[in-house]
């Protein structure tokens, strides 16, 4: 609206598409001595695996496990190589699951996310179906990060650019299990009012001027 590309009253922003949260969500309220720490994206340098396997070597042994779902991109020039995942795998820094076609199920394992992204990111539907399981994100200050997640109430913004800002974030929800468990709740309540399919159709529906058929 800023450039004059759209009209205000005509013009609306409905975030994300949809989600049914009655299949997305929790199985149990996870506790685990060791949680699972989640990176869930393409694997090339933008989208933050390297900070990731950084923030992985960074944290004490033992403190929680490393997990990443993803492929290699070979049309970007940025991208993972198989020789650095075998690295990482044969050193302990992370587990690599490979690409996966169930990431419900993956979510489920999960008690952390992070996406450390320098990428332009819109809404990422990675964030809205971690919220909606209960997983409790870290993510990069951009504005799409921000419009799934919101600071210190479902979860944590942190800086790329700040050295050491994703590695305090992350080690203020494994050092405290009732804050991570807080903003999980928090995190799959915001997922169910404002990215449920319910919730989407409804201001769809709206936005033409019909009633809610959902």
């Given at each position: 609206?800023?450039?004059?590309?759209?009209?205000?009253?005509?013009?609306?922003?409905?975030?994300?598409?949809?989600?049914?949260?009655?299949?997305w969500?929790?199985?149990?309220?996870?506790?685990?001595?060791?949680?699972v720490?989640?990176?869930?994206?393409?694997?090339?340098?933008e989208?933050?695996?390297y900070?990731?396997?950084?923030?992985?070597?960074?944290?004490?042994?033992?403190?929680?496990?490393?997990?990443?779902?993803?492929?290699?991109?070979?049309?970007?020039?940025?991208?993972?190589?198989s020789?650095?995942?075998?690295?990482?795998?044969?050193?302990?820094?992370?587990?690599?699951?490979?690409?996966?076609?169930?990431?419900?199920?993956?979510?489920?394992?999960?008690?952390?996310?992070?996406?450390?992204?320098?990428?332009?990111?819109?809404?990422?539907?990675?964030?809205?179906?971690?919220?909606?399981?209960?997983?409790?994100?870290?993510?990069?200050?951009?504005?799409?990060?921000?419009?799934?997640?919101?600071?210190?109430?479902?979860?944590l913004?942190?800086?790329?650019?700040?050295?050491?800002?994703?590695?305090?974030?992350?080690?203020?929800?494994?050092?405290?299990?009732?804050?991570?468990?807080?903003?999980?709740?928090e995190?799959?309540?915001?997922?169910?009012?404002?990215?449920?399919?319910?919730?989407?159709l409804?201001?769809?529906?709206?936005?033409?001027?019909?009633?809610?058929?959902?």
């Open positions: 609206m800023a450039a004059n590309l759209a009209v205000n009253g005509r013009s609306y922003l409905i975030a994300g598409t949809g989600l049914d949260t009655d299949k969500a929790p199985t149990t309220i996870r506790e685990s001595t060791s949680p720490v989640l990176f869930a994206a393409r694997l090339f340098r989208k933050g695996i900070e990731f396997v950084d923030l992985a070597r960074a944290t004490p042994p033992g403190q929680a496990r490393f997990v990443v779902v993803g492929k290699p991109d070979s049309g970007v020039t940025s991208s993972v190589t020789e650095e995942l075998k690295s990482w795998q044969d050193s302990g820094v992370i587990e690599y699951l490979g690409e996966s076609n169930d990431m419900l199920s993956v979510f489920r394992q999960a008690d952390i996310l992070v996406l450390p992204s320098t990428h332009p990111e819109g809404t990422p539907r990675t964030l809205i179906e971690a919220a909606a399981c209960g997983v409790v994100a870290i993510a990069s200050d951009q504005e799409g990060c921000r419009a799934v997640v919101t600071h210190g109430q479902t979860g913004i942190a800086s790329v650019a700040e050295n050491g800002s994703f590695y305090s974030a992350l080690q203020s929800l494994l050092n405290d299990p009732a804050y991570r468990l807080a903003l999980s709740k995190a799959r309540a915001r997922a169910v009012d404002n990215f449920s399919l319910e919730t989407t409804g201001k769809i529906y709206a936005a033409v001027g019909i009633g809610n058929k959902c």
